[in-house]
């Protein structure tokens, strides 16, 4: 069974395109900081996880700044999900095979920077006004 939200973290530097396209999967020639840094393939799936710190740690991992992003999957195609277990835990992670839409990101939870963590839990259209203002 899906959560109802799920968490997914990335660069800072991507807020923009995701809140205007979305969460598009990575393809096999996609070569990203994050894949770089573990030495990774890309596998064409959004990564997602129940846990925020988890989500927290993918944010930063190759970025300089993160962002972590509440998501709904109310709407979402069940059948694109798989489960994935990391850590030794079961299902900590869910990858999703298609491209997540902006509609379905309901909150900016935290920005994390390198000097700091802050903050946010806004909605969407609070953090628009906001214009990504850093502190």
């Given at each position: 069974m899906i959560p109802k939200t799920l968490y997914h973290g990335t660069g800072y530097e991507r807020l923009d395109g995701i809140m205007k396209k979305g969460i598009i999967p990575t393809n096999s020639s996609t070569i990203t900081k994050f894949t770089k840094a573990f030495n990774m393939r890309p596998h064409g799936n959004v990564h997602l996880t129940p846990v925020k710190n988890y989500a927290g740690f993918f944010a930063v991992a190759g970025h300089k700044d993160g962002v972590v992003l509440e998501i709904s999957t109310d709407g979402l195609d069940e059948s694109a999900f798989q489960t994935f277990s990391m850590f030794g835990k079961d299902d900590v992670e869910f990858r999703y095979n298609k491209t997540?839409?902006?509609e379905n990101?309901?909150?900016?939870?935290s920005i994390i920077t390198i000097k700091d963590t802050w903050r946010i839990d806004a909605d969407i259209e609070e953090h628009k006004r906001l214009k990504y203002t850093e502190k």
């Open positions: 997540i839409e902006p990101i309901k909150k900016i939870i």
